[in-house]
């Protein structure tokens, strides 16, 4: 099984570039999200959706874009990279509806260096 | 709001040796817990949880035990192996029960195991 897949695992982008990260699933979760993970600051939540069409800001949205047209597809888009947004990406789903404590599944990261 | 407090790194242990990662949380509702591991270069992936208070999660020899009267979830290894060096991460559902997919992280814990 694939389980999330994200690409790509590393990039470098100048400084006002954008991109997109990319995320997919092959388990019909409902429930998708971007994390950022900083030295000393664990992982923090971008944004999320628990469905198609269906998104929402997390904890450090700002400079960042998402859009949720399938069940499997949940893309990240950094509008103008900054500095700040230096940092390793990572998607996860779950499942979601009146299971609880259900287990985030992550992708293996995305490294971005903006210079 | 909710949030995760964890024990700084690193941790520098001998092969065989006991391991314990303080974790305690501050959470307004009844929260599920979490404990994720993150292997070099990997994304990460459950390690155990517990959804109830003096529930305890269990798994590869790694423990531990919801106390709500100390708000805290304490990981616990009897005699850990090089194998399990990675970094180690204390989460928390919010919401009644857990009910909901947005995970809380604290900041890691990076485990380093010689032999």
């Known amino acids: 099984n694939a389980g999330v897949t994200q690409t790509p695992k590393f990039q470098v982008l100048k400084t006002g570039q954008s991109m997109t990260l990319q995320c997919a699933q092959d388990m019909n979760h409902e429930y998708m999200s971007w994390y950022r993970q900083d030295p000393g600051m664990g992982l923090r939540l971008i944004h999320y959706?628990?469905?198609?069409?269906?998104?929402d800001q997390g904890e450090v949205p700002n400079g960042y874009n998402v859009s949720r047209s399938t069940t499997e597809d949940f893309p990240l888009r950094l509008l103008s990279a900054a500095p700040s947004q230096t940092s390793v990406y990572f998607c996860?789903?779950?499942?979601?509806?009146?299971?609880?404590?259900?287990?985030?599944?992550f992708g293996q990261g995305t490294r971005l260096t903006v210079v | 709001g909710d949030s995760v407090t964890q024990m700084e790194g690193p941790v520098t242990l001998s092969e065989e040796a006991f391991l314990t990662i303080n974790c305690t949380y501050t959470a307004t509702g009844y929260p599920s817990l979490f404990w994720y591991v993150q292997y070099p270069g990997e994304g990460l992936q459950l390690l155990l949880k517990?959804?109830?208070?003096?529930d305890k999660g269990s798994n590869k020899g790694f423990e531990a035990t919801y106390r709500k009267e100390t708000t805290s979830f304490h990981l616990e290894k009897g005699s850990v192996q090089v194998s399990d060096s990675a970094v180690y991460f204390c989460?928390?559902?919010?919401?009644?029960?857990?009910?909901?997919?947005?995970?809380?992280f604290g900041t890691g814990t990076l485990l380093a195991v010689q032999p």
């Open positions: 996860a789903s779950s499942r979601t509806g009146l299971v609880v404590n259900t287990e985030a599944f």
């Open positions: 517990a959804t109830k208070a003096d």
């Open positions: 989460a928390l559902s919010e919401g009644y029960g857990g009910a909901t997919n947005k995970l809380i």
């Open positions: 959706s628990v469905g198609a069409g269906i998104t």
